[in-house]
């Protein structure tokens, strides 16, 4: 069997190893891969969003099945032009990706399907939406309505933030295309969680349930990121919230977009936010999270490969994959400058040959070897060490132990990932999604 991932990140680093150690000993491609990735895969040099460029390697290499990381591909049709072809591939098509690539999209079909989310508006002119943010009252949030790395959001404390935000996008062009629609949106307070789910379009299945932490500093301070450390399970998401979100979350997401004609064959990662007086999403993403992939993979006891086909047959009803009843661990190691300019190019000490100690796994995000061999930084964010533990105290306490003997100039890594779960446990509440 032959297996290509689409992806050169952490996410897709802990893709290709959870697929190269399947029972079905595939051979594993990745493109564009990572000189990391070529530890476990064959990477061939072909850019993620290079569709006819993958297509024509899949089908020279007669490529079984395709499994895309990111999300930029799925929202450029990936799934359509492989589809076409009888390119078997895993992910959303484009329809399907619009639950990532446009907010205005997902939070229509939210309301209709009645999920809870926060209350919003949809705007292209600004001064409707300046005057729509004073309605609404401060805090508040508004989003680019398309893809923008991550950075598309910005929570403004007052009228002022929000007029600049608003002007940024719609007028001033930032976030390009991404930003000629905003939507203005509800200001959440509660805690954040990352509720993947596979679906063959009729069934959900839950994946296990995890954590980002989005801000750069301890403590949940300063700027957003693309996440700088995960774990799973987490304990907010009791079995209590857990049947909630498959009930009023994913169930009903699955039947709106069924209803809309979209065959989504894919992940549905539901951002939530959960406070006491319940939970709604914050957005959609239509792929594994990074890192919470990493942290999640971890944990897999059983095929991801069987979930995978699963999925595309659309018998999902039939599987139930295998979790470890541990706590994983992923602890982000990121490049000086991120999330803003980053420098790259730092030589990285302490990594091994295999880039893991005995008791972690280091899965690359943006690293390279350089002429004599050493890794060096090629990203903003580097490296993911991930560890396990009974509890998430232990798989924190490895973690850190094994970044204790890794750097590089200018490193930068949050010491409190797992925090909430490390002071849930000490008040002895523990959690098995
Ligand atoms: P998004 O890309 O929509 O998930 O937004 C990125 C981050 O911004 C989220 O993980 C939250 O931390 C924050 N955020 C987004 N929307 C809201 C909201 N309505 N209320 C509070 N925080 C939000
Ligand atoms: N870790 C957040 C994301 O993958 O979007």
Redesign the pocket.
């Known amino acids: 069997m032959k297996v290509l991932v689409v992806g050169s990140g952490g996410r897709e680093h802990a893709l290709a190893w959870k697929i190269a150690g399947d029972p079905r000993a595939p051979q594993v491609f990745a493109a564009p891969g990572s000189d990391a990735i070529a530890a476990v895969a064959r990477c061939v040099a072909i850019e993620a969003t290079d569709i006819a460029g993958l297509v024509a390697f899949a089908e020279r290499e007669s490529i079984d099945l395709t499994v895309v990381g990111p999300e930029a591909p799925l929202a450029a049709g990936i799934v359509d032009e492989f589809r076409a072809r009888g390119l078997r591939i895993f992910g959303p098509d484009r329809a399907g990706a619009q639950l990532e690539a446009s907010k205005a999209f997902t939070k229509r079909l939210l309301v209709d399907a009645g999920v809870p989310t926060?209350a919003y508006g949809e705007f292209t002119e600004a001064a409707a939406a300046r005057a729509f943010a004073r309605e609404l009252g401060f805090p508040l949030?508004v989003?680019a309505d398309g893809l923008a790395a991550?950075k598309g959001?910005v929570?403004c404390a007052d009228a002022a933030e929000a007029d600049r935000a608003i002007d940024e996008m719609l007028e001033g062009g930032a976030f390009g295309e991404a930003g000629r629609r905003i939507v203005v949106?509800?200001?959440?307070v509660g805690e954040?969680a990352s509720f993947m789910a596979i679906t063959d379009g009729r069934t959900a299945l839950a994946l296990a349930t995890s954590q980002d932490h989005?801000r750069i500093l301890d403590g949940d301070q300063g700027p957003?990121t693309g996440g700088m450390g995960a774990y799973s399970p987490a304990p907010v998401v009791t079995d209590a919230i857990h049947d909630e979100v498959m009930r009023r979350v994913i169930r009903p997401t699955v039947a709106a977009l069924a209803a809309r004609g979209i065959d989504f064959r894919g992940v549905l990662y539901a951002?939530l936010?959960i406070s006491e007086s319940g939970i709604k999403v914050?957005?959609y993403n239509v792929r594994f999270g990074d890192p919470e992939c990493q942290a999640i993979m971890l944990r897999l006891r059983s095929s991801l490969l069987d979930l995978i086909d699963a999925a595309i047959d659309r018998r999902l009803d039939e599987v139930r994959p295998q979790w470890d009843s541990a706590t994983s661990l992923c602890v982000v190691m990121a490049a000086p400058g991120y999330p803003g300019e980053v420098r790259k190019g730092d030589v990285i000490e302490g990594l091994d040959e295999r880039g893991a100690s005995a008791d972690a796994l280091v899965f690359h995000s943006g690293t390279r070897r350089d002429a004599a061999g050493h890794w060096v930084t090629s990203g903003g964010r580097v490296l993911g060490v991930c560890a396990s533990g009974a509890r998430a105290a232990d798989a924190a306490a490895r973690a850190y132990g094994a970044i204790a003997g890794i750097s590089w100039n200018g490193v930068q890594f949050r010491r409190d990932i797992a925090w909430r779960a490390i002071e849930r446990e000490r008040d002895g509440l523990r959690s098995s999604n």
Not at 185 to 188: A, N, R
């Open positions: 926060a949030v989003k991550g959001v929570i949106e509800e200001f959440l954040e989005k957003n951002g936010m914050l957005e």
